[in-house]
Nanobody, 127 residues
Framework: VQLQASGGGLVQAGGSLRLSCTASGGTSSTYNMAWFRQAPGKEREFVAA????????YHADSVKGRFAISRHNAKNTVYLQMNSLKPEDTAVYYCAADRPPTAVYSALATETVYDLWGQGTLVTVSS
């Protein structure tokens, strides 16, 4: 299974983007999925996660109320809707899969839980 992230680009502050992460070569419907991001000169950080069933999500405080993770299992795709973007949201965004899915909710924000990563898509927010 491979993950392909897309949807990044250049947007003005206050604008919106929707990122997509599509699994190929297999299904992602049984995995917990997440988005992480890495800004220039900074460590990679957790953004949002969604459980395999799709009914439970978890967002970092820095994006809560502005970003929303969702999934369409029939399309093997996970989305990150990003609204009210800020310059500090500028980063490379990575999607990741947790296989087999952990049952520990608090672990969803931890990089080491995820064993499959996409290549990243760049989001640049101008002020």
């Amino acid at each position: 299974v491979q993950l392909q992230a897309s949807g990044g680009g250049l947007v003005q502050a206050g604008g919106s983007l929707r990122l997509s992460c599509t699994a190929s070569g297999g299904t992602s419907s049984t995995y917990n999925m997440a988005w992480f991001r890495q800004a220039p000169g900074k460590e990679r950080e957790f953004v949002a996660a969604i459980r395999a069933g799709g009914g439970s999500t978890y967002h970092a405080d820095s994006v809560k109320g502005r970003f929303a993770i969702s999934r369409h299992n029939a399309k093997n795709t996970v989305y990150l809707q990003m609204n009210s973007l800020k310059p500090e949201d500028t980063a490379v965004y990575y999607c990741a899969a947790d296989r087999p899915p952990t049952a520990v909710y608090s672990a969803l924000a931890t990089e080491t839980v995820y064993d499959l990563w996409g290549q990243g898509t760049l989001v640049t927010v101008s002020s």
